[in-house]
């Protein structure tokens, strides 16, 4: 089993991909779902030591959660499960029916209106039930109960400010200002002050890729997702300044990120391009069951985690390592490692 190291800054990414595509996989047998869930979790051991350091730091307010789509499950489907849907819906015409951003594109370019799947996608997460917010592992409630002054999100969705206030909470809220009707006709955001500080009792909310209030906002769509980029990379996106001071001097917490995921790669090649200092990093992942998994062991599993690791040490120059868990059982074991600090 494999101890982690967070002595130093970290960023802790919880993420439910797919990674199953192990070269020891055969036709022979079938793990049960129970063995896999041993396997999973036996693979790497987060002690009550390496608890203690994560519990202090956010004790001292120098880690950031950073949240992402995984968060929102089993609330919201899926990006993949959306795209399928409205691929299907709108007829969209090419093979790769399971991009949600190449589905929305073509939605936009059919209806002569950049954004209609906005409005769709406002539409969709408004009609669903929030989160039960009373379970004790609820990731966002989890959140809310670490008394954190800033998060930050590339949701839509406003569970996260729903969860801070059923804290007792009153969050400020807003988004990035990636586009021209973000810069143009939104007007100043509270927190957009230099003098803005953000503290506990009235946590801010940043939401990267735009609002469910706003749908204008969104990053959405394959011409969203490249604007974006480009202007991270080009410094045409300005990040408030308590955004730029929580992403250079605190740590991070990704949660519900996939290291699969190409849109995540990149957003977080940009934002570590930005930070000067490089520091050690974990990655927490839950790997779906492969259908066919006859000869993975925890030797396979330990392959997998160390060609992940080299893969990011290589593209960002940062030292990371895996632990795989279920994002709700990591936050119900973070809630508690807080209340018994």
Request: include cysteine; glycine fraction near 4%.
């Amino acid at each position: 089993m494999h101890r982690l190291d967070v002595t130093k800054k970290f960023i802790i990414c919880i993420s439910l991909s797919k990674l199953n595509k192990l070269s020891t996989l055969d036709d022979t047998q079938m793990l049960s779902d129970e063995e896999w869930n041993s396997l999973v979790e036996r693979t790497t051991v987060f002690s009550d030591e390496d608890w203690g350091r994560l519990i202090s730091k956010f004790k001292n307010k120098t880690c950031v959660p950073f949240i992402g789509a995984g968060a929102c499950s089993p609330t919201l489907p899926t990006a993949r499960e959306i795209a399928i849907k409205w691929a299907h819906d709108y007829g969209y015409p090419l093979e790769d029916l399971e991009d949600l951003a190449a589905v929305t594109q073509y939605m936009s370019i059919k209806n002569k209106d950049p954004v209609f799947p906005k409005w769709k996608m406002k539409e969709l997460i408004q009609s669903k039930k929030l989160p039960d917010f009373s379970a004790y592992n609820e990731p966002h409630a989890a959140l809310a109960h670490l008394n954190v002054p800033v998060y930050i999100t590339t949701n839509y969705d406003d569970f996260m400010e729903i969860a801070l206030e059923r804290a007792g909470k009153e969050p400020e809220t807003g988004f990035c200002r990636w586009n021209n009707f973000s810069r143009d006709e939104i007007p100043k955001f509270k927190f957009e002050s230099p003098k803005y500080k953000a503290s506990a009792d009235s946590p801010l909310v940043y939401h990267l890729h735009g609002s469910v209030n706003e749908p204008r906002s969104m990053v959405l769509t394959e011409r969203d997702y490249i604007n974006f980029l480009l202007g991270l990379y080009s410094k045409n996106i300005r990040l408030p300044a308590v955004i730029n001071y929580e992403l250079k001097y605190k740590s991070l917490l990704f949660m519900g990120y996939s290291l699969s995921d190409w849109n995540f790669r990149i957003l977080f090649r940009s934002l570590m391009s930005s930070v000067d200092d490089k520091y050690s990093s974990v990655a927490i992942q839950y790997p779906a069951k492969p259908t066919k998994c006859g000869n993975v062991t925890d030797e396979s599993m330990k392959r997998l985690s160390e060609y992940l690791m080299q893969y990011l040490k290589e593209m960002n120059d940062i030292e990371l390592q895996i632990y795989w868990a279920n994002v709700w059982n990591f936050c119900g074991s973070l809630r508690k490692a807080w209340d018994d600090a």
